[in-house]
């Protein structure tokens, strides 16, 4: 049996706005979280708009420069409503809070910006991924039949108040 190679567990991470130059590793973790797919050009036209303040990465700090994307997360707020619209860390950088640091980083965005709620849908088999979000406060509110496709999954909705 191999043995699995983990990441050091990280006690300063940086939390960074996304840049263009970030958007090929931001699609490789993408793609190797199984999410809905992007790709590319559409993170490039986000990183566009309004909403760039809301599209941020992770870094182990003390290698800020050289080390790779440890985690993303991309939102985008309209209307007083957040909605989170991917959240991915590297395999070898999961449960280390990664993830609710990003989460964090976005709703005390949000919250700044005087949204009154947030939004987010996860795949209903994405149990890990729900328990994240429960822990930042999220509660599953519906479901939506055969929302992802490849595979086809239905999803969960879950909301956060703000205020």
Known sequence: MAEQRKAPVLKDIAIIRMTEHDLLEVVEIEEQSGLSRWGWAAYYAELQGANRDLMLIAKPSAAIESAPIAGYIVARETAGELHINNVAVRAEYRRRGIGAALLNRVLDEARRRKAKAAFLEVRSANRAAQTLYEKCGFRAIARRADYYSEPREDA????????
């Not at 969960?156 to 205020?163: Q, R």
Request: hydrophobic share 75%.
């Open 156 to 163: 969960m909705v879950m909301s956060l108040v703000l205020e």
